[in-house]
Nanobody, 124 residues
Framework: QVQLVESGGGLVQAGGSLRLSCAAS????????MGWFRQAPGKERDFVAG????????FYADSVKGRFTISKDNGKNTLYLQMNSLKPEDTAVYYC?????????????????WGQGTQVTVSS
């Protein structure tokens, strides 16, 4: 089992940047592929980015490709999401999640553990 705690959310103007962190404890962090999801009010939880167990392969939703970067530091048991050129439509609660498979999925059903979420608000 693994426990996940997100941090780094906040209020930022359009065009700005934020870096989210997800600290993991419990089972060996390198055993998990990881993902970031987001959920806006009244909408489903959507895939944002995923990264393989080793951190060598990353995957992105089309809506964030070229603006967001996911990374994984197995030595620090921490997952990151660097978000640049933020837009108002990026406003959501962002969740990190752990997937026991080698390569992360893009469906919420693929993930075994979830953090509590961190709010990101982008003003226009």
């Amino acid at each position: 089992q693994v426990q996940l705690v997100e941090s780094g959310g906040g209020l930022v103007q359009a065009g700005g940047s934020l870096r989210l962190s997800c600290a993991a404890s419990g089972r060996t962090f390198s055993s998990y592929a990881m993902g970031w999801f987001r959920q806006a009010p009244g909408k489903e939880r959507d895939f944002v980015a995923g990264i393989s167990r080793s951190g060598g392969s990353a995957f992105y939703a089309d809506s964030v490709k070229g603006r967001f970067t996911i990374s994984k530091d197995n030595g620090k048991n921490t997952l990151y999401l660097q978000m640049n050129s933020l837009k108002p439509e990026d406003t959501a609660v962002y969740y990190c999640a752990a997937d026991l498979r080698l390569v992360p999925g893009s469906s919420t059903r693929s993930y075994d553990y979830w953090g509590q979420g961190t709010q990101v608000t982008v003003s226009s």
